[in-house]
């Protein structure tokens, strides 16, 4: 008896608590759609800010986060999944290979704002960006690396030993074993690792505060990675913080819980949709 009564209690606390939790995420949805899609607006989404008229767009600052997703991503995938077939592939000294892993968990428990503060200081003063969307994406990419790593090595070891041999049983190099037959085994958790470091791009200010900027120009993808530039979510701080507009501030969170949303569905899509290919061949 005692033993049901401790089953039920326990049962009754998960579900008190999963009920909270959803109630509190569909609290946040309702609030911040409730608030901020009547603020967005055609003219908000497509013009830039003008200090002359006092209109507010924020066009610049949807492009300077798709230009600093797409650098970010060009710099930590290479990086992120090399180390990772390196550590897995090449390794020899175990050792060693635990030491990295150690560091790359550490490195992801940092706060964002010291990422930034170094970023300043070695981006921006000693390479002498300054405060350009550039200095911003190289940051990113020390912070998301981690990630892209730890994801592909995981991904790498649930590639059985046995396609390795038999590939290597057909005469295959090293290398062409790893391009052909592991690669193309473990690209979900590549994709996976993508995905996520996209969505921490999107919900990135700290970091970018002090590296990337507040400007709201409008400008081409070369030319603004030179440049200073505002995301969204810089933004966001800037027009709440600085300037008491919190229309426009619940607008761009509702854009923002949109494209986060996105993100999280397409990670699950491609998760399911891979692991269902695997599953049939």
Known sequence: M???INIALLRALCIISAAFTCALVLFLLVYIFAKGVPNISWELLSTKRSYLTGKIGILPDILNTVYIIVATLVFVLPLGVGSAVYLSEYAKNKRLVAVIEYAAETLSGIPSIIYGLVGMLFFCEFLDM???LLAGALTLVIM?????MRTTQESLKTVPQSYREGAFGLGAGKWRVIRTVVLPGCIDGVITGCILSVGRILGESAAL???AGTAHALNGFFAGLRSSGSTLTVSLYMYVKEEGEFGVGFAIAAILM???LLVNLLAAFVGHRFKR???DE
Request: hydrophobic share 30%; glycine share 0%.
């Open 144 to 148: 998301n690396l981690p990630t892209v």
């Open 209 to 211: 505060l002090f590296t």
């Open 130 to 132: 300054q405060t350009s």
């Open 277 to 279: 290919r695997q599953n």
């Open 258 to 260: 949109v494209l986060t």
């Open 2 to 4: 005692k033993r049901k």
